[in-house]
């Protein structure tokens, strides 16, 4: 599998290109591959993408205040609902200090699962990003994220992530399938599961986007998820508020699953089960990035006020 480097995101903040960065200078997230199995199987506390922000709020902060009180609301929310957004602070408060944030749980899962998936989430964060002024997180079953500007319910189509797998073979069948498939999924206006025949594959939007911005959203999704993956047999394409998957029957039991995708799923879980033991996290975290780094070439890429570090493999 391979992950290619985009050259730049659109983001409110305007189109920002790459730009080399001392990884140890920083508060950075780890962009790790993972893998999907069939969609009854998926883990919903898989690593599939983060990002932290550079500039860091000092402790005690009205910010920091702010933003407790804002994650604690989205735990909360997803006990009943499988999307929210909060704004907290901002109409008392100097813009700088509030904070904006929003969690969404995959279409499928159940509200119970959406909050230990949520938990889960901002768990990481909380380790993984300190005192992060913005900060966001992609698991499999859910995604967090929040800043100190507002960002909530602004068109945002640039790609967070996206993963291709290896070209299949001329398989005709397969390419007319697979085009059904996602010619079903750009047209959800929620959450959508396809299927048909070897291809299968979901889609879904924010919560906060109209039926028609749902669809408009997915069919770019799509188009790019095209245009930048081509022929592969797997392809996972996340934008700022949608995000399209499909696979081959069978793929991600395969040995195309490399063992990168290991060292994924190896770190998320360490974060995920030692959430509450901060100094281990962070070492291990170190190792893992040390040995990231000599798998990988890692670069840096903005978007908004997020830093996201994406891999390409050799």
């Known amino acids: 599998m391979f992950m290619e480097l985009h050259n730049h995101f659109s983001s409110s903040l305007g189109t920002i290109s790459l730009f080399s960065l001392n990884l140890s200078s920083i ?8 893998s999907v ?4 199987h998926i ?24 933003l407790n009180s804002l994650l604690s609301s989205i735990v909360s929310s997803s006990s009943q609902f499988s999307y929210n957004a909060f704004a907290i602070g901002n109409s008392s408060t100097p813009d ?6 929003l969690y969404q749980c995959r279409g499928d899962l159940k509200l119970h699962d959406c909050t230990a998936c949520v938990q889960n989430a901002v768990g990481q964060i909380n380790l993984v990003c300190p005192n992060s002024f913005a900060a966001g997180l992609q698991l499999d079953g859910c995604y967090v994220r929040y800043e100190n500007i507002d960002f909530l319910g602004k068109p945002d189509t640039a790609i967070l992530y996206k993963k291709c797998s290896r070209s299949t073979s001329d398989d005709v069948e397969f390419y007319k399938r697979r085009d059904d498939v996602l010619a079903e999924l750009q047209a959800a206006t929620s959450f959508r599961v396809a299927s ?5 594959g979901f889609a879904q939007c924010l919560g906060d986007l109209s039926p028609s911005d749902c669809s408009s959203c997915l069919s770019e999704a ?23 998957r499909y696979w081959a029957s069978g793929y991600y039991n395969s040995s ?14 360490i974060v995920g089960v030692l959430a509450g033991v901060a100094v281990i996290i962070a070492r291990r975290i170190k190792v893992a990035a040390a040995r990231f780094h000599s798998l990988h070439k890692m670069y840096p890429v903005i978007y908004g006020s997020i830093l996201l570090l994406e891999m390409v493999n050799w």
């Open 37 to 40: 199995f069939s969609l009854g």
């Open 43 to 66: 883990n919903g506390y898989m690593f599939i993408y983060g990002g932290c922000s550079q500039d860091r709020y000092p402790p005690d902060s009205p910010f920091e205040v702010h």
């Open 27 to 34: 508060f950075f997230y780890f962009l790790l591959s993972s």
């Open 256 to 269: 195309d699953s490399s063992s990168e995708d290991n060292v994924g799923r190896t770190v998320a879980i």
């Open 196 to 200: 048909l025949g070897m291809v299968e």
């Open 222 to 244: 799509v188009s790019k998820l095209k245009n930048t993956c081509g022929s592969a047999s797997a392809v996972d394409i996340y934008l700022g508020q949608c995000y399209a």
């Open 96 to 101: 700088s200090d509030a904070a904006y944030g």
